[in-house]
């Protein structure tokens, strides 16, 4: 999957419509509902994507302007808007979902080309603008997932599944918790090292289960592990 952030914006067009597809068949019950994110109700994650939709808005803006904008007033603000905004029915939440995905959208036309060379602060640290329409991509899909609303990992494009799973094993190679394996995807024709692959389990499987599995969105059911035995427990993706 590419790294241009105008050439994604396809990509993050047809994620939103599939994620306003599903909001739009939830009823007041669903909403309610647990989602797969500990403690969190389905609402609670829509409200999340939309606030996310604004936070990056605000780095888009920052990256634009020159203007030191961070994506959220504080960690506690950030909490305290999806806690607010979970208790709302079906239809606020889709219409906010909506609203804040054509805001970011808005955004992402608004940038000069110039702008995308610019750096941002994340919640997590410095960040290139020009990765935020991933960034924003990569919320809409993980967070679809958590809904459990019927979209899985396995409705994934693939392009998307290698790039996020490309992502994942990046990170895991600086994490001196992470265990040592051999990850094979693509009909077993590519091949992913995290640590010293002497001795290492080799774990086959389709892209997207494989990136499901670390990310915490599978339990690999669909992998298989040489020499036969348990899959590794990598560490909690964050």
């Known amino acids: ?98 609203r804040s995905g054509q805001r970011f959208d808005a955004a992402v036309a608004a940038m000069p080309v110039e702008a995308w060379g610019a750096t941002v602060q994340t919640r997590r640290g410095p960040w290139p603008a020009a990765m935020l329409v991933w960034g924003r991509l990569r919320e809409v899909e993980v967070h679809h997932v958590d809904l459990a609303a019927g979209y899985r990992p396995a409705d994934w494009p693939e392009a998307f599944a290698q790039r996020l799973l490309h992502e994942v094993v990046t990170g895991l190679a600086g994490n001196p918790a992470a265990p040592a394996m051999v990850l094979r995807f693509d009909g077993a024709a590519s091949e992913l090292v995290v640590g010293d692959p002497e001795g290492a389990p080799t774990v086959t499987g389709p892209a997207p289960e494989l990136a499901a599995w670390l990310t915490g969105r599978g339990a690999g059911e669909l992998l298989t592990v040489e020499p036969d035995g348990p899959l590794p427990n990598p560490p909690e993706w964050i």
């Open 1 to 98: 999957m590419t790294s241009d952030p105008l050439l994604l914006t396809g990509a993050l067009a047809e994620a939103n419509d599939r994620l306003l597809r599903t909001v739009s068949g939830l009823t007041a019950a669903d909403v309610a509902a647990p989602s797969l994110l500990p403690g969190w109700t389905r609402a609670h994650v829509l409200t999340h994507l939309a606030r996310n939709a604004d936070g990056f808005v605000n780095l888009l803006t920052s990256a634009r302007t020159g203007e030191e904008i961070p994506m959220y007033a504080s960690a506690q603000a950030r909490a305290d808007d999806i806690d607010a905004g979970a208790g709302r029915g079906p239809a606020d939440l889709l219409d906010d979902v909506r």
